[in-house]
C-alpha cells in the first residue's frame, strides 16, 4: 500500500534581514541560492561569507530548481512526510521536505524540481517554503 504525502503546516525559520530576498523570491516561485564572486562557488544555506575562501562578496542567484536526492527519511508517525538532502544541480545540498508523491517510492539519486508550498507559519502568512517533488517519470 503506498504512503502517500499529506499536507501538513509548515513553518519557516526565523526570518533574518539577510535572508529577506530568498523569501520573497520564494513567494514569487524562485529559488535563490548565494554565488561567490571570488571563487565562483555556489552556496547553500545563504550566508554573508563564502564557505570555501571567506570571501564577503557574495551574491544571489536564481537555481534551476532541480537535483537529485542524496539522502531521505520518510517519518510515518502521524501525517506520513519525507526529509531529504537535495543535491542541486548547481552543486550544493540542501535540506528540504519531498511532497506530492508516493513517499514509498522515493530514492536516492532520484530527480526532483522545486515547488513552493505555502507554509503554515501564522506569523508569517504568505509566505512559501523550496520543497521537492520527484520529475516525471523517474
Not at 78 to 86: D, E, K, L, S
Request: glycine share 6%; aromatic share 10%.
Amino acid at each position: 500500500m503506498a504512503t502517500l504525502y499529506q499536507s501538513r503546516k509548515m513553518t519557516i525559520p526565523e526570518p533574518h534581514p539577510e535572508h529577506q530576498e530568498f523569501w520573497q523570491a520564494a513567494a514569487e516561485g524562485k529559488l535563490l541560492i548565494k554565488q561567490c564572486e571570488s571563487c565562483g562557488e555556489y552556496h547553500y544555506y545563504p550566508r554573508v561569507l563564502c564557505p570555501y575562501c571567506m570571501n564577503d562578496k557574495t551574491t544571489w542567484k536564481e537555481a534551476k530548481g532541480t537535483g537529485r536526492i542524496y539522502t531521505y527519511s520518510v517519518m510515518r508517525k502521524g501525517v506520513p512526510y519525507a526529509i531529504a538532502f537535495v543535491t542541486l544541480d548547481e552543486g550544493p545540498r540542501m535540506m528540504t521536505n519531498i511532497v506530492d508523491c508516493d513517499l514509498d517510492a522515493v530514492h536516492i539519486d532520484q530527480r526532483v524540481k522545486v515547488v513552493f508550498k505555502q507554509s503554515g507559519d501564522q506569523d508569517n502568512p504568505g509566505s512559501f517554503i523550496p520543497c521537492f517533488t520527484p520529475v516525471d517519470g523517474e
